[in-house]
């Protein structure tokens, strides 16, 4: 079952934005009372609606704490996915696919018909309760009460400073990512020399940022596995890098197959660092793409056919088509 998410409501969401993979809406009345429960549910904890009746019964049994709500090729859903795993919680986890194309009635009412992924369910520890647990949308949300869940503890480099960031970051170098492959969530075959320069300055902050937070790391090498570079420094992804990670690994693989543009190459741009040096490539963004590669965590989540990926998206030119010829309900 394929259906291409999105168009409109995408357009209007990245022009707020606020990218974000938007179903067009059946009807107004649809949309309109979607949109007063989304509110609802966007504001924060919410308890669980009906449905999903199974699972719950499936976790009761299991004793299960959290049910992860998600979409194999959702790089919202992606973000949570690293978190967990980066956090050891995913085995204690248990993970429902949600066909997007074709959003199922329970679901819809597990979420106040926001029938959108990733959602976290957060279950009590007496798993006799008969209730839903609370629902947790919106990806950076989640991993955030993730964190505290398991590190019992808020993520030591979760400063405002972070979380301001990665906030300020789905406009900005997210933004900048998708205007550079097409524009509106879509691809494009041709360059576009004024979206790539923007998506290199973007760059070049990221290479600031993480240059003045690892400040006695040599980086004008690239990094071995003893060197890891992470964007707020110390010795392991924080929740921004997680955050990032899954639009910049789309971003350079759909950039490279379809416009022969190298993520972290500058082509178009070039730097003076501190002492007025000349600055051919953000070389420690390229280290820091070689850093998250590397993670396990990042490894494991993978789509396991990238040729079938790319040959979905040569076809659809849509990065918001969940294809079910990739994305697989067993082992996604
Ligand atoms: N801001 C949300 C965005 C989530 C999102 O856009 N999810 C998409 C899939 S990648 C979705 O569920 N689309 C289905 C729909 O709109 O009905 C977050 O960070 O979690």
Redesign the pocket.
Known sequence: MVKA??AKALLATHKNE?P????VLASTREASSRAQQQQRFQSGFCGGGGGGGRDDDEKKKSGLQIVFYR?S?????H?VQLCLDELDALQKTKVVDVD?SN?PEWYLEKTGGR????TMEFFDDDSNSDKSGELV????A?NQRLWEQFEGTHDPQTTDDVERFTRRCDGAFIGAGLRAIGGGWSFARERNEKTLERLEEEIWELDALIESNNASRATTTNACNDDDIFLFGGRRASLADLAIYPFAERFELALKFFQGYTLGHAEYTTKKGPSGDHREHPIRFQNWLETMRRMPSVQRARVKDEDALLRSWDRTMRL?Y?DYETADYEHP
Request: a positive charge.
């Open positions: 998410l999105c606020r974000s993979f938007c179903r979409h090729l959702c790089p919202y859903a973000r997007l959003t029938g959108m992924v990733p949308g919106e990806s950076l989640i918001d969940f």
